[in-house]
């Protein structure tokens, strides 16, 4: 039968209500303590064996620059609308060696990876208790990319396999018992032998230091994936890509598609795709990316294959304040940033599929019987493994032609799911049959819309 949606804040309680079904899950309990990887090796589980929406949102530079009235005004506001990730970097990129966070502290002494300062540390700890309080998990980064791989920026290069194991088995110990999930690389990729060793190490130390009791992945730079250089490796537990900035409807389908279809299967997602409020390929004469860029390389990501999605915003992952010098022409001080419209629709995306049993879902073009169309218009389908549901996303409204026969059962229950205001029209009970068109309720930029379909068996 037709199930309607009502919207709940994500506060300490996560809720969704499908007809009288009512999903919640406690993201306060400390049991959340702990991702593992789901059996069919698409998804992330939490220790209950729950599944887990990565809904990550990118701050890099939250220890650095923020204090700690700051910190918790930023993670609760994130916490309100459904964020589980918060993706920020110990060492930061902004000078994060020398320049000192709101207490004076450096993290490390001389710049040794092998003498971290215990002052600063604090004010890390600090963070990411808070972040645990608010049910979120700290997706850290030990390093930018600069600090191995300078190629641009502020460094300087630091790390040797050598140490960067010692400052892994480090960091592993003091946050083994916290909700981390750990991210290598950072907007940097590997280009000899050395850089290889040296995310080695750091996952081997991470690994030694924690006891294997957080998952790992790589964040690399933009246009490229952890896949190709990490995908066979034991510590590597799930592929990150970099979609990034450069242009307009980047096809980060394509990229999930082919993570989707390697082997050994691992889970996969875009973990910096474009930024809502950033300059479309760092020039503003070129325009800016918004809510509705953002939220289609979520939606075509996401029934791609992809077990979460990252949500970014220019001014947020540099903290960018008036006073600060502005990152490729920042504009809008982050507090103001908090509350632009794309970061509370990505809540909305995760309410959609958990709505639905969605690690069910496996990408399915062959759902549509009309074009998938192309550039900015491309539609992309994906239905659960049962026939039970299926979710088919329209960036501009396109009408869609549908095989109704991969849905079970006799008849099928339709509607109109609205990612901008996370709302829902029925459309009404349909028989099966071999096609049917359904046509958006608008039409254009902007006017994206999700077909849901569920079976009435």
Same mark, same amino acid.
């Given at each position: 039968? =037709?199930q309607a949606?009502?919207?709940?804040t994500?506060l300490g309680l996560?809720?969704?209500v499908c007809g =009288?079904?009512?999903?919640?899950?406690c993201?306060?309990?400390t049991?959340?303590q702990r991702?593992?990887?789901?059996?069919?090796k698409?998804f992330?589980?939490n220790?209950d064996?729950?599944?887990f929406?990565?809904?990550g949102?990118?701050?890099w530079?939250?220890?650095?620059?923020?204090?700690r009235?700051?910190?918790?005004?930023?993670?609760q506001?994130?916490?309100s609308?459904?964020?589980?990730?918060?993706q920020?970097?110990?060492l930061?990129e902004l000078?994060g060696?020398?320049q000192s966070?709101?207490?004076g502290?450096v993290p490390l002494?001389?710049?040794?990876p092998?003498?971290? &300062?215990?002052a600063?540390?604090?004010h890390?700890? $600090?963070?990411v208790?808070e972040?645990e309080?608010?049910?979120?998990?700290?997706?850290m980064?030990?390093?930018?990319g600069d600090? +191995?791989?300078?190629?641009?920026?502020?460094?300087?290069e /630091?790390f040797?396999p050598? &140490?960067?194991?010692i400052?892994?088995?480090?960091l592993?110990?003091?946050y083994k018992?916290?909700?981390i999930i750990w991210i290598l690389?950072?907007?940097?990729s590997?280009?000899?032998?050395?850089?290889?060793?040296?995310?080695r190490s750091?996952?081997?130390?991470?690994?030694?230091g924690? %006891?294997? &009791?957080?998952? /790992? *992945?790589?964040?690399?730079q %933009?246009?490229?994936?952890?896949?190709?250089?990490?995908h066979?490796?034991d510590w590597?537990d799930f592929?990150m890509?970099q979609s990034?900035? =450069?242009e307009?409807?980047i096809?980060?389908?394509?990229?999930t598609?082919?993570?989707?279809?390697?082997?050994?299967?691992?889970?996969?997602?875009?973990?910096?795709?474009?930024?809502?409020?950033h300059?479309?390929?760092?020039?503003p004469e070129n325009?800016?990316f918004d809510? $509705?860029?953002v939220?289609?390389a979520?939606y +075509?990501?996401?029934?791609?294959g992809?077990?979460?999605?990252?949500?970014?915003?220019?001014?947020?992952?540099q903290?960018?304040q008036p006073?600060r010098g502005?990152i490729?022409s920042?504009r809008t001080p982050?507090?103001g940033?908090l509350?632009?419209?794309?970061a509370?629709?990505?809540?909305?995306l995760?309410?959609l599929?958990?709505s639905?049993?969605? *690690?069910?879902?496996?990408?399915?073009?062959?759902?549509?019987?009309?074009?998938?169309?192309e550039?900015?218009?491309r539609?992309?389908a994906?239905r659960?493994?049962?026939?039970?549901?299926?979710?088919?996303?329209?960036?501009?409204?396109m009408p /869609?032609t549908? &095989?109704?026969e991969k849905?079970r059962?006799?008849?099928?229950?339709?509607y109109w799911?609205?990612?901008?205001q996370? *709302?829902r029209?029925a459309?009404g009970?349909?028989?099966i049959?071999? =096609?049917?068109?359904?046509t958006p309720p608008s039409r254009?930029?902007?006017?994206d819309?999700?077909l849901?379909?569920d079976?009435?068996?």
């Amino acid at each position: 039968m =037709s199930q309607a949606f009502t919207r709940r804040t994500f506060l300490g309680l996560t809720l969704a209500v499908c007809g =009288s079904k009512l999903l919640a899950s406690c993201t306060n309990s400390t049991s959340f303590q702990r991702l593992t990887v789901e059996a069919n090796k698409r998804f992330l589980l939490n220790v209950d064996g729950q599944p887990f929406f990565y809904l990550g949102d990118t701050a890099w530079e939250l220890f650095h620059r923020l204090n700690r009235e700051e910190a918790v005004l930023y993670l609760q506001d994130r916490a309100s609308k459904g964020f589980t990730v918060i993706q920020a970097v110990v060492l930061a990129e902004l000078d994060g060696l020398g320049q000192s966070n709101p207490y004076g502290d450096v993290p490390l002494s001389q710049n040794d990876p092998t003498r971290p &300062n215990e002052a600063y540390f604090r004010h890390v700890d $600090f963070v990411v208790d808070e972040a645990e309080k608010r049910g979120l998990f700290i997706g850290m980064l030990p390093t930018w990319g600069d600090k +191995w791989n300078k190629k641009w920026g502020v460094g300087p290069e /630091i790390f040797t396999p050598e &140490n960067a194991a010692i400052f892994g088995e480090y960091l592993g110990n003091r946050y083994k018992n916290k909700p981390i999930i750990w991210i290598l690389g950072g907007d940097r990729s590997p280009e000899n032998e050395t850089h290889l060793n040296i995310i080695r190490s750091m996952a081997r130390g991470l690994k030694r230091g924690d %006891g294997d &009791n957080h998952l /790992i *992945t790589f964040h690399p730079q %933009g246009g490229n994936n952890s896949a190709a250089w990490f995908h066979n490796e034991d510590w590597l537990d799930f592929n990150m890509f970099q979609s990034g900035h =450069s242009e307009p409807n980047i096809a980060n389908y394509e990229t999930t598609t082919a993570n989707y279809t390697l082997t050994p299967i691992k889970p996969t997602l875009d973990g910096e795709p474009c930024y809502e409020d950033h300059p479309i390929a760092w020039k503003p004469e070129n325009g800016w990316f918004d809510e $509705f860029d953002v939220r289609k390389a979520a939606y +075509w990501s996401m029934l791609a294959g992809a077990c979460g999605h990252t949500y970014g915003n220019h001014n947020i992952w540099q903290m960018w304040q008036p006073g600060r010098g502005p990152i490729s022409s920042a504009r809008t001080p982050w507090r103001g940033a908090l509350q632009h419209p794309g970061a509370t629709q990505m809540g909305y995306l995760r309410q959609l599929f958990e709505s639905r049993p969605f *690690t069910k879902l496996v990408p399915d073009q062959s759902l549509l019987m009309s074009d998938a169309g192309e550039g900015g218009n491309r539609i992309q389908a994906a239905r659960a493994e049962d026939g039970s549901f299926a979710f088919i996303y329209t960036p501009t409204g396109m009408p /869609i032609t549908v &095989n109704l026969e991969k849905i079970r059962g006799n008849t099928v229950s339709a509607y109109w799911y609205d990612p901008r205001q996370g *709302t829902r029209r029925a459309i009404g009970q349909l028989q099966i049959a071999n =096609s049917q068109e359904f046509t958006p309720p608008s039409r254009g930029r902007g006017n994206d819309w999700i077909l849901g379909l569920d079976s009435d068996t």
